[in-house]
């Protein structure tokens, strides 16, 4: 991510007073609206709404005084760019369409602006879908519905179902151009490259509006209320009918803009596009395709970088494994020898105590003898298991000390396990 710009109220003071807030905005990365906040913020004063139309008229305009301030907080301006907050990948294919936008925009312009001619052989990719949209049939509230399986999620007003075929056809061709095919998925549609996937909707916005009812539903509303009445003197069950009025409370109206919407997280990119005062979604066709793409590189790096902490995170788990390993093979070594130790010192003691004179003495044929005896064959045995040639054995049977040590580990021992507890 590129540093952010850091500017004191002098240096930002002297920017806002030699050129349009919005020349300096876009060369900050950021909106004007947003430049005149941090000029606020900062207590700088910027030139008022119009300052530079006169001065383009030759009027003579008054520049406002800028006052010090001692305040550290008010002199350290950080300004972070929309572009700041998005990955290098994201940022590059975004930095990369602005150098042929203007040319692109214009031609798109052209071939999309002005009255909607119905298109004669729309892409494959929306052919299905632009069938469903003509055929219908509307609903109740006028609305034109292409969803299911190998459609694009399309809703849209019946009279603006060949706008809405237009632009996917001029969508679907120029994700084509990028290399990205369009994939309708029943309610929605989407692209995908390498396996980072972006879907998308592409509604026209409704709102809520309270119904008018007509004469015909008042006077079956009137039916129904007779009906029910009845029904209340009458025993027996109602029919379902009765429980519901005969009009809605409210009626869906579509407003005629449309709104491409990219589904899931965002990673700092735009993931939406909708007509407003002044733009349409045609017009922002290329903002679109640069913005999926961007998207696309930006799940990508995202991707990457999850495939990559996950696999530091196997790496270090798999060490702390062997380091684990280790321990228990030093506490089964430690065990070992301290058995070792322990029938030394037996065999030591029993010789000691064969050594003593009232055991010497000792009556053969007598019980005491009998224990003199297993005593001596006591000592012989653990003798047998000292020898070092025993011990070599077992310690090979027991893999203590292997002559490949297959739970080394060349970076020495990991970090240990946080606790959050």
């Known amino acids: 991510m590129p540093a952010p710009i850091v500017l004191t109220r002098r240096e930002l003071y002297d920017l806002v007073w030699s050129k349009p807030m919005r020349d300096l905005a876009a ?3 950021i909106s004007d609206v947003g430049l005149a906040k941090v000029c606020d913020r900062h207590r700088v004063p910027k030139p008022e709404r119009g300052h530079w139309n006169k001065i383009q008229a030759g009027q003579k305009t008054k520049k406002a005084v800028f006052v010090e301030s001692d305040d550290a907080w008010l002199n350290r301006i950080e300004i972070k760019g929309a572009l700041s907050q998005i ?14 936008r203007k040319a692109q925009v214009r031609k798109i312009e052209a071939r999309l602006s002005g009255p909607v001619n119905p298109v004669a052989e729309p892409h494959k990719s929306i052919l299905r879908t632009a069938k469903v949209l003509r055929k219908g049939p509307a609903d109740r509230n006028n609305g034109v519905h292409a969803l299911g399986e190998g459609l694009c999620g399309v809703v849209a007003a019946a009279n603006n179902v060949e706008r809405a075929i237009a632009f996917l056809d001029a969508l679907a061709r120029a994700l084509e151009a990028r290399g990205l095919p369009l994939t309708p998925k029943g ?3 989407g692209v995908s490259r390498n396996g980072d996937e972006a879907i998308f909707t592409l509604k026209e916005r409704t709102r809520q509006q309270k119904h008018v009812p007509t004469e015909e539903e008042l006077a079956a509303e009137s039916r129904r209320q007779q009906k029910l009445e009845k029904s209340w003197r009458s025993p027996g069950s109602w029919p379902d009918s009765l429980y519901t009025r005969a009009y809605p409370d409210f009626d869906t109206v579509y407003t005629g803009e449309f709104a491409l919407q990219v589904e899931g997280y965002s990673d700092g990119v735009r993931r939406k596009w909708a007509d407003g005062k002044t733009q349409t979604v045609e017009s922002l066709l290329d903002d679109i395709v640069t913005g999926i793409e961007a998207l696309l590189a930006a799940r990508k790096a995202a991707r990457e970088d999850r495939e990559e902490r996950q696999r530091v995170w196997e790496e270090l788990s798999r060490r702390r494994d062997l380091a684990r390993q280790r321990k228990e093979r030093e506490d089964k070594r430690l065990s070992y020898v301290r058995s070792v130790m322990d029938m030394s010192d ?12 009232e055991v010497k003495r000792g009556a053969a044929g007598t019980d005491y003898a009998s224990l003199v005896a297993w005593v001596k064959q006591r000592i012989s045995n653990l003798d047998d298991t000292l020898d070092p040639s025993h011990i070599d054995g077992d310690l090979r049977a027991k893999k203590l000390f292997p002559e490949v040590d297959d739970l080394g580990d060349p970076l020495g021992e ?5 606790r959050y507890w």
Do not use: N
Request: glycine share 2%.
């Open 27 to 29: 060369e900050l990365g």
């Open 187 to 189: 309610q929605t549609m």
């Open 346 to 357: 037996e065999a030591d003691r029993l010789r000691r105590w064969l050594d003593r004179p």
């Open 87 to 100: 990955p290098e990948a994201a940022r590059k294919v975004i930095e990369d369409a602005k150098t042929t």
């Open 414 to 418: 990991p970090p240990s396990e946080p």
